[in-house]
C-alpha cells in the first residue's frame, strides 16, 4: 500500500542518514524506492546498504530509457546490489528496448516495473497520449508493474480497466505534488509513492504512520 521514496535532501534533522530513515518507516512500508539523486550521491552500493537493512522489496529507479544492450547491461550492476524491482520508461518502446530489458530480467530474478504516464503536467503532452499503447505493450511483455500518476486517477481507472489483476499499479505524486493519501488506491492503484511527506519530516517513522493510517481509512471508505 505505501511504498516510500528515499530522495534527498532529507530533514535537516536527518542530514543524509537515509539508513535511520529505512529503519523508522520499515514497519509502515511495503517497499521502497530509490531513486537516481541518492544512487549519484552515494553510488551504487547504497542500493545494496538499504536491501540489508530491510526484508522489503528493494525498488531501483533510474528510469531506464535506452536501447535493449544497454538496459541489460545497467541492470546487471542492479542485481548486484539485490534489488528486487527497476523502473524503466515505456515510451521507448518493444522491439530491441523493453523486450530485451524484459528477458535480461527474467534471467536475474529481477522484476520490472513501466512508466506509462508521470505525474508533472508535461507529461500530458507526450507520454500520455500513448498511455494505453504503453499498458497494452507492458500487459503482453508480462512486467510486474506500472507507474501511473496519483495526480491524474482517470489514468489509473483506465489502466486498470485494460491489466485487471495481471499487473501491480505504483502510484506516485502523492503529498507535495497534491494527491492526498488514498487518492490512486481508490482508482484503482496496489501502491502510492510517498517521499517527501516522510522523508523531510524530522520523525519519518510518525509521518509513515500518519499516511498509512489515512491511506487505510479512505480505502475502507471506497472500497467498502
Known amino acids: 500500500m505505501l511504498v516510500v521514496a528515499l530522495d534527498p535532501p532529507f530533514s535537516p534533522v ?3 542518514d537515509y539508513l535511520r ?9 511495503q517497499g521502497f524506492k530509490v531513486g537516481l539523486p541518492l544512487i549519484l550521491r552515494r553510488g551504487v552500493d547504497v542500493l545494496g546498504e538499504i536491501r540489508e537493512a530491510t526484508r522489503k522489496p528493494v525498488i531501483a529507479d533510474l528510469k531506464l530509457a535506452d536501447i535493449g544492450d544497454v538496459m541489460a547491461s545497467a541492470l546487471c550492476v542492479l542485481a548486484e546490489q539485490g534489488v528486487d524491482a527497476v523502473i524503466a520508461h515505456g515510451f521507448v518502446g518493444v522491439e530491441g528496448s523493453l523486450d530485451k530489458l524484459v528477458e535480461e530480467a527474467e534471467k536475474l530474478g529481477v522484476e520490472v516495473i513501466v512508466v506509462a504516464s508521470m505525474s ?74 510517498v517521499g517527501r511527506a516522510i ?6 517513522g510518525q509521518a509513515a504512520r500518519a499516511v498509512l493510517e489515512r491511506q487505510l481509512e479512505r480505502v475502507r471508505a471506497c472500497r467498502g
Open 120 to 193: 508533472h503536467r508535461g507529461s500530458e503532452k507526450y507520454i500520455d497520449k500513448h498511455v494505453t499503447e504503453i499498458v497494452e505493450d507492458s500487459l503482453r511483455l508480462g512486467v510486474h508493474g506500472l507507474v501511473l500518476p496519483a495526480t491524474r486517477p482517470s489514468l489509473i481507472r483506465l489502466a486498470r480497466g485494460l491489466v485487471g489483476g495481471s499487473l501491480r499499479i505504483y502510484s506516485p505524486g502523492v503529498g507535495h505534488q497534491g494527491a492526498q493519501p488514498g487518492d490512486a488506491l481508490c482508482a484503482g492503484a496496489d501502491y502510492e509513492i
Open 14 to 16: 536527518l542530514g543524509e
Open 21 to 29: 530513515i529505512v529503519r523508522e518507516v520499515d514497519p509502515y512500508a
Open 199 to 204: 522523508t523531510r519530516s524530522e520523525s519519518p
